[in-house]
């Protein structure tokens, strides 16, 4: 199973880095740009057959290490193979 | 238009970051993963209402600034609204 997890910053947090991509984009010429945001993309193989209990333990892994609720929310998916 | 763009380490470049959480998840007692690569996920919000020239202009977005093609490999998505 492969775990595909996007996090991303909280609606209301600071995000430089988008605002920063979000500039240099302009700055080349795409106008049409409305909002920046940037993120984390993690993929994590896992040794399990069962699909359930792989969302379990990402959603354990996300709870406890991966993100920083405080300020992130994330979305995760678990895909076959 | 809301562009998802994920961009993630070549296979076989090395992943420091995916290293230290790989190592980190393991001591939580989390033993069932294989491996672990993280990269970005960016959000971009667009003012355009034709999917295709969305297309067009994230593909060259991702091109001339966003990902790093020597080492670095992309998906994204458009979706509406």
Do not use: W
Not at 8 to 30: E, H, Y
Not at 50 to 70: E, G, I, P, R, Y
Request: some cysteine.
């Amino acid at each position: 199973m492969l775990a595909k997890i996007f996090i991303k910053p909280k609606k209301g947090i600071l995000d430089p880095q988008g605002k920063a991509v979000f500039g240099a984009l302009s700055r080349l010429g795409f106008s049409q740009i409305g909002d920046v945001r940037i993120g984390k993309y993690i993929e994590i193989r896992l040794n399990v057959n069962d699909k359930s209990s792989a969302h379990a333990d990402v959603q354990k892994m996300c709870d406890t290490l991966l993100v920083n609720k405080l300020i992130e929310d994330f979305t995760f998916e678990i895909v076959e193979g």
